[in-house]
């Protein structure tokens, strides 16, 4: 899993999921595939949904607000066709009236199928056309507290006054750094030099419970704090320290601790706390360190800057798939008891809106789909990897428009 890519503070306050974390381990690649491909109507799949109707509209209404504030000469190009940010509105307008129609499901598909042209993303280069990969991704809790104590000694840090960001006149290029003593531009430091050292000493937030802990909100890159009173505080991105991303998941599986096909978010803390000894050497084989602050009680906002939708947000690689287009998602999903544990895998097909994007999600066959937060969240987050399809939607009728 890659932590956050820092090319904008929208795109920092994604959450990338926390399986992500492992996926930097199975060759995951950018696609030389053409992204998108036309489905003939004899090979459509049957669209149903299985999520609440509810959220569906309220993200579909979300993305349209995204779309209405894209500047007036934006437009996207699909298999040659190139249309324009009024057309996009326009389909996903015709999405919500289907939506607001109330049809059953068959009525659903019928008008999906006949009024829009279907794309399928052509999925991972390794996989028959078409396979995406499909993890999940979730807005952590975690128990912390404003001051430190013996229980609470593991902070995240605010944005340090001393991180420093400079762009080459030439190549437009920006680096993350800091000044050193004789006033030169330089790396600033890594996670282990950050946590060894303490240099930030002062820039505390907020402490954690568990090193752990804290290493998965700054992968997650948001989260909510539980204070000792009960309330509760969100934390967003404010920065990273220019360091590139090392999966510690990879590091486990390379080392022969744990095998590829039990890589889980659940079996890496499992191992850590079997080896407490071996944690720190691991967390620090990640040098990206975030900084964070205070958010506020609304929903968490992916980089499209609209509120995630839990069961209908995706994460995808943006500079492969359109996030202008809604789509439509066919994957496995777990079913969970009251104690967290997962009794099957069942199939799950739901359209879905690519409002959010990361530096580890590459190429057309990765997505990750927003589960919001709770247990259920965070157990389908942390074990999701399942193989999917993904399609896009545009109206038909944009050459008589």
């Known amino acids: 899993m890659n932590a956050l890519s820092g090319r904008s503070f929208l795109i920092a306050i ?10 930097q381990i199975s060759g995951c690649s950018q696609q030389h595939r053409t992204p998108l491909v036309p489905v003939p109507t004899p090979e459509l799949p049957f669209f149903t949904d299985d999520g609440d109707r509810a959220d ?27 249309y324009p940010r009024q057309w996009l ?29 279907i794309f399928m993303a052509t999925g991972r280069k390794d996989e028959t056309i078409g396979t995406m990969l499909v993890t999940g991704y979730f807005e952590p809790l975690f128990e912390g507290s404003l001051s430190e104590t013996e229980q609470f000694k593991y902070p995240l ?20 750094g800091r000044i050193d003593v004789h006033g030169n531009f330089t790396n600033y430091w890594t996670r282990a030099e950050i946590e060894n050292n303490q240099p ?29 009173d009960g309330n509760q505080r969100s934390v967003r991105f404010a920065g990273h320290n220019g360091h590139s991303y090392n ?20 079996t890496i803390r499992s191992y850590f706390n079997s080896h407490p000894a071996e ?29 995630l939708t839990k069961g209908r947000s995706i994460a995808i690689d943006q500079s492969s798939l359109p996030p202008e287009l809604f789509g439509w998602l066919q994957t496995k999903r777990p079913l969970v008891n009251t104690d967290g544990l997962i009794l099957e895998w069942v199939s799950t097909s739901r359209f879905v809106f690519p409002q959010d994007t990361g530096s580890a999600i590459e190429g057309a066959g990765r997505v990750d789909l927003f589960w919001g937060n709770g247990l259920y969240a965070e157990v389908a987050a942390g074990n999701m990897k399942e193989k999917g399809k993904l399609y896009f939607f545009i109206k038909k009728g944009f050459l008589r428009y």
């Open 56 to 82: 569906l509209l309220a993200c579909a209404l979300s993305h349209r607000n995204y779309l209405t504030n894209l500047p007036e000469g934006h437009h996207l190009t699909v298999a040659n066709h190139t």
């Open 14 to 23: 994604r959450f990338l999921c926390l399986v992500t974390l492992l996926f």
């Open 279 to 307: 944690q720190k050497r691991i967390l620090h084989h990640n040098p990206r360190f975030i900084f964070f602050a205070w958010g506020d009680d609304k929903p968490p906002r992916g980089n499209l800057g609209q509120p």
């Open 247 to 266: 999966s510690i998941g990879k590091l486990l599986v390379d080392e022969g601790k744990i095998s590829l096909k039990e890589a889980s978010i659940p």
């Open 200 to 228: 930030l000493k002062g820039d505390e937030l907020v402490y954690l419970k568990d090193p752990f802990e804290a290493f998965l909100l700054h992968v997650q890159g948001s989260g909510k704090i539980l204070l000792p």
């Open 89 to 117: 509105l326009h389909s996903v307008d015709e999405l919500i009236s289907i939506l607001r129609s109330t049809p059953d499901t068959l009525e659903i598909h019928n008008r999906i199928a006949h009024d829009f042209d």
């Open 157 to 176: 840090y605010s944005k340090p006054a001393s991180l420093v960001t400079q762009t080459a006149p030439e190549s437009q290029m920006t680096s993350v």
